[in-house]
């Protein structure tokens, strides 16, 4: 079992940064992706970015692409999603979520099949 829990969440105006992080616990996770979906109200979920664990590969969906930025820090299993260059198309809630898989399979995988995920955080940009 892997336990996910998102902070950084919050308002902020266009342009502006944010920085979500997700602290995991549970099994270890070197044989895991880990990532960031988000849902915006009266939408599908949709894939932001993930990251391998063990080797550190990083795949973005293209709308955020050069925005935003996935790090990880292994010695304090948490992972970071440093969001610049926020737009009003950004909002939305943003989940933590783990996988046993890759990051490249998260990015084209429906989220649905996820194993983990957090509760959430909510990421609001005015206009």
């Known amino acids: 079992q892997v336990h996910l829990v998102e902070s950084g969440g919050g308002l902020v105006q266009a342009g502006g940064s944010l920085r979500l992080s997700c602290a995991a616990s549970?099994?270890?996770?070197?044989?895991?992706?880990v990532g960031w979906v988000r849902q915006a109200p009266g939408k599908e979920r949709e894939f932001v970015a993930a990251?391998?664990?063990?080797?550190?590969?990083?795949y973005y969906a293209s709308s955020v692409q050069a925005r935003f930025t996935i790090s990880r820090d292994n010695a304090n299993n948490t992972v970071s999603l440093q969001m610049n260059a926020l737009k009003p198309e950004d909002t939305a809630i943003y989940y933590c979520?783990?996988?046993?898989?890759?990051?490249?399979?998260?990015?084209?995988?429906?989220?649905?099949?996820?194993?983990?995920w957090g509760q959430g955080t909510q990421v609001t940009v005015s206009a």
């Open positions: 979520v783990a996988d046993s898989t890759t990051a490249g399979a998260m990015s084209v995988m429906s989220p649905d099949y996820l194993d983990y």
């Open positions: 549970g099994r270890t996770l070197s044989a895991y992706a």
């Open positions: 990251i391998d664990w063990s080797s550190g590969s990083t």
